[in-house]
């Protein structure tokens, strides 16, 4: 297995997953209600390889799971993301290794394996990996996960060690705001 950096030539099968697999992070008995995955179009991938980070774990030419970081202008369009960036501006979220702000935090998610990868450890080697390459511009990467998805909760929590910094509701739904240190300290 290798993980990298997905390059443009990726994108193709990047977007086929993204159209097939956009609510794979949920339990089946949360898929097509009200609470969905978060899916990118085309245009959004190629934007997140040229200039984010989109990394890949490829088995033998096929991707077995990739994750992306951005950062956060690049989401500046969605109400969550306003919201987010809002309070990282205001609110103060202090870890054991600093004050996480808009300047030195990115967006990371979603993450997704697949079905045969999964309890591998891929998901650790992914975030391990997203980290070294966010770290050199961002101390920090910022995610929330809503109060349903109780499978992506333990697993950011557990295997991809962040840390919980608050809980908060938009839209009648309830999220988990969550942070890594990207050197792996919290």
């Known amino acids: 297995m290798v993980i990298r950096l997905a390059t443009r030539a990726d994108l193709d099968a990047i977007a086929a997953l993204e159209a097939n697999q956009w609510e794979a992070e949920l339990a089946p008995d949360q898929r097509g209600g009200m609470m969905t995955g978060q899916s990118f179009s085309r245009q959004q991938l190629d ?16 991707i077995a799971g990739y994750v992306i970081a951005g950062r956060w202008p690049f989401f500046g369009n969605w109400p969550l993301y306003r919201y987010l960036l809002k309070r990282l501006e205001t609110d103060r979220f202090e870890t ?6 808009k300047a030195n935090s990115c967006q990371y998610g979603p993450i997704w394996i697949a079905p045969s990868q999964r309890g591998s450890g891929l998901f650790f080697e992914l975030v391990s990996e997203l980290k070294k390459e966010v770290a050199p511009q961002y101390s920090y990467m910022v995610t929330f996960i809503a109060e349903e998805n109780e499978r992506s909760f333990a697993a950011h929590t557990q295997k991809g060690n962040m840390q919980v910094l608050d809980f908060f509701e938009f839209d009648g739904r309830g999220y988990y705001l969550l942070a890594a240190d990207t050197s792996g300290a919290i």
């Open 47 to 62: 934007e997140l390889i040229q200039n984010h980070w989109l990394l890949l774990a490829d088995v033998g030419g096929e």
């Open 96 to 101: 054991g290794s600093g004050i996480i702000n």
